[in-house]
């Protein structure tokens, strides 16, 4: 007889099985009926040896040791200092813990206690594993490698994330062959070029069906993700921090704790998994603290000043924001003591005395008499060699004393493990936010930590948690300030920063038809609301592309809206359009920000198209990113409406000069409302103007009255 320990939640359940001591995962999949492990088959567990292998097989299950004879990656990997190495954790006990069931393992020879918890998420059925090494030993014990689990996953295809500054989110999609395939970040944040997510499915799954399991690694700082094929061919995913060398050592009766590795299922491809995911981040990730906030639509001012930062010039920036409609100001990089390029001053957080001669007090109150909020641009983590801050400390540097450290926009990174450091860093943000009406911080991150030490000691784990500290403190001292979290754009998205932020900053790049791939990606694993979108200038700074105001703001209007442009250079369309186009979005912000966004599969692969749909009402976007092959527009089918409801569809944009592209106009070009039902619109579906290259439409479906 098997033992079994059981999970439930989103419909799932996910039932961890107990083999020669060691724990599998039995099952994972649509809920089982109540009871059904009891009268279990235990032979369905059994597995063929083939001959040429050990007699137990792949020694594979939930937490593999090279110990029990497992051949592939093991989840952990730890040595002594005389170097002893070999572990055998077997099973001990299994606590009900308030999120799931604690799983505990031990070694009596090695001395190691593992307590592995699971969790499945009772709303969503979002899984979540974190596991604790315990040294019960007199000897310190190197860790190597931990990751909380090792999954088993569906073994045909894998879509791969990575991607470059100004180009985040990018996507790869293959079918891993033999070996490892593994994703690395040594740059002591989330990253642009390696960030932990992974979905793995059966072959050719996509946005509405198939298989597929999706994770997520929540830690902000190195890691390492792999997916490795085993030699029987099964495939084995696991991820975790990646450790410089002998960066962990955990001391006589000590522990260290892996970051959460979040996991959930869909077998209706990724928006199934989005569904699960977007709503774990809103009710745990967030604990809901943005349900009853309506987003203030931002205008920021780096792409509109960058350091050029004058006072009057500031006001009229203001004063040109709220006449479009935003509602939040949020003053970036160039406020602060000697900031003119940036290649100096960051640590010395205190108004610049040329630029702001009476302080922040005549901006921030010139910004609230408009009645927008005021936020603010920081970078705590670094500083300028030219600085004060450094010219005083120079000892604070993260590193080892005596190296020559690569720079990053002439800049280094904090050692906020030292406790007066993090604690001169709090100072001065908490003088800033006490003295001026101040409601949220962009707080920007734009360096790779190169030499992660401190002490002589690899500190990159250490590090990380300082940083979350130093902003946990920074909440705690000012509980109604809103954070958002930057990295040279996306470099620092993940859910362990998201549960002490309110926004990532996902991409520099504020190109709309970049955006659009950019932000279809990031919506896998991120709600719309988090996702800081930007109406840019006409000429993007990044690709040298010039697109239309419609196609901007149509484009930021889907996330978290902001403006970036000096606005005052926009003509009297432009800002007619854009003030047209932040009204909507303010009309719209409950479904936009609390919907169910369901990214559509066109055949045209010159387009991007997604709904965000709740109840009987939804938008739908469809943007030509690049010209149509087939020159005609297909028929355009919305997968995720109620098949029964009767809708009203209208373009909330119809185009200005329809035959400049078409000879024949489609009614929702001619600004006509169609009617037609859920099942008629994801069947056959509704006919489309053309659209030429950087254009884009937007259709709007409300329940039909008639
Ligand atoms: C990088 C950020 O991603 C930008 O949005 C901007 O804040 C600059 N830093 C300012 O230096």
């Not at 393992?105 to 190691?112: F, Q």
């Not at 659009?516 to 592309?545: C, N």
């Not at 419609?550 to 403006?563: K, N």
């Not at 995720?640 to 000069?657: C, I």
Request: a negative charge.
């Amino acid at each position: 007889m098997s033992e079994f320990h059981r999970l439930d939640g989103g419909g799932d359940t996910l039932l961890v099985s107990l083999q020669e001591g060691r724990p599998h995962i039995a099952y994972w999949g649509p809920e089982l009926a109540q009871g059904a492990e009891a009268s279990l088959d235990a032979r369905l567990l059994d597995r063929a040896v083939p001959h040429g292998m050990l007699d137990g097989g792949v020694a594979f299950g939930l937490f593999p040791q090279n110990g029990w004879g497992f051949t592939g990656a093991g989840a952990l990997q730890a040595h002594r200092p005389d170097g002893r190495f070999i572990t055998q954790l077997a099973f001990e006990g299994c606590r009900r813990s308030a999120d799931g069931i604690d799983l505990v393992l031990a070694d009596t020879l090695a001395r190691i206690e593992v307590t592995i918890s699971l969790g499945l998420d009772a709303a969503s059925g979002v899984a979540a594993f974190q596991t604790r090494v315990r040294n019960v030993g007199p000897e310190p014990l190197n860790l190597d490698w931990v990751s909380p689990v090792a999954l088993e996953v569906p073994g045909g295809e894998v879509l791969a994330f990575s991607g470059r500054w100004a180009r985040e989110f990018d996507t790869e999609r293959f079918r891993p062959g033999a070996g490892i395939w593994a994703s690395e970040s040594r740059t002591g944040r989330t990253s642009h070029h390696a960030p932990p997510f992974l979905v793995v499915g059966e072959a050719g799954f996509g946005e509405h069906h198939g298989q597929v399991l999706g994770l997520h690694l929540a830690w902000s700082g190195d890691h390492r993700l792999f997916v490795e094929r085993l030699r029987d061919g099964r495939l084995q995913v696991q991820a975790g921090e990646l450790f410089w060398p002998g960066e962990i050592m955990v001391e006589a009766g000590e522990t260290y704790q892996t970051p959460m590795l979040y996991a959930a299922r869909s077998d209706t491809g990724l928006n199934g998994l989005s569904d699960r995911l977007h709503g774990f981040v809103r009710d745990r990730i967030m604990g809901g603290r943005l349900r009853a906030k309506p987003r203030p639509v931002h205008f920021n001012t780096w792409e509109a000043v960058y350091f050029r930062h004058d006072l009057e010039e500031l006001k009229a920036l203001a004063n040109a924001a709220a006449g479009v409609g935003a509602e939040r100001f949020v003053l970036d990089d160039g406020w602060f003591r000697g900031r003119n390029d940036d290649s100096a001053a960051l640590g010395d957080w205190s108004p610049d005395p040329v630029k702001y001669p009476d302080g922040l007090g005549p901006l921030v109150d010139h910004v609230r008499g408009l009645g927008l909020a005021f936020g603010l641009w920081v970078e705590p983590e670094m500083a300028n060699a030219n600085s004060d801050l450094l010219r005083a400390h120079p000892d604070w540097i993260l590193g080892e004393a005596g190296r020559v450290q690569p720079l990053g926009r002439g800049q280094y990174v904090l050692d906020l493990t030292r406790p007066e450091v993090s604690d001169a860093l709090f100072a001065q943000i908490d003088t800033l936010l006490a003295g001026n009406a101040i409601d949220y911080l962009k707080w920007d991150m734009n360096r790779d930590l190169t030499h992660p030490a401190s002490g002589g000691r690899p500190a990159s784990h250490a590090q990380t948690l300082a940083v979350y500290a130093l902003i946990d403190r920074v909440r705690a001292a000012h509980p109604d300030v809103e954070i958002e979290s930057c990295a040279s754009g996306g470099g620092r998205a993940d859910y362990e920063i998201l549960k002490r932020t309110d926004r990532i900053w996902t991409s520099d790049c504020n190109d709309p038809i970049e955006r659009q791939s950019i932000q279809r990606a990031f919506s896998i694993f991120f709600p719309p609301e988090v996702m800081g979108a930007h109406v840019g200038p006409a000429d993007s700074h990044t690709t040298a592309r010039t697109t239309s105001l419609e196609l901007r703001a149509m484009t930021a209007m889907f996330g978290h809206m902001g403006i970036e442009a000096d606005v005052r250079d926009f003509g009297a369309r432009d800002l007619e359009a854009l003030t047209a186009a932040i009204g909507l979005h303010k009309q719209m912000r409950g479904l936009l920000h609390g919907g169910r966004l369901v990214r559509q599969e066109v055949t045209d692969p010159g387009t991007s198209a997604f709904a965000v749909i709740a109840g009987s009402e939804a938008l739908v976007s469809v943007a030509q990113v690049e010209t149509s092959k087939s020159g005609a527009a297909a028929h355009l089918r919305v997968t995720g409406l109620d098949p029964l409801t009767l809708y009203d569809a209208r373009l909330l944009n119809p185009p200005k000069r329809p035959r400049a592209a078409m000879k024949q106009v489609p009614a929702l070009a001619s600004g006509e409302t169609l009617r037609a039902t859920g099942q008629w619109i994801a069947q056959s579906g509704l006919p489309m103007p053309i659209l030429r290259a950087g254009e884009i439409a937007v259709l709007h479906l409300t329940r039909s009255a008639g």
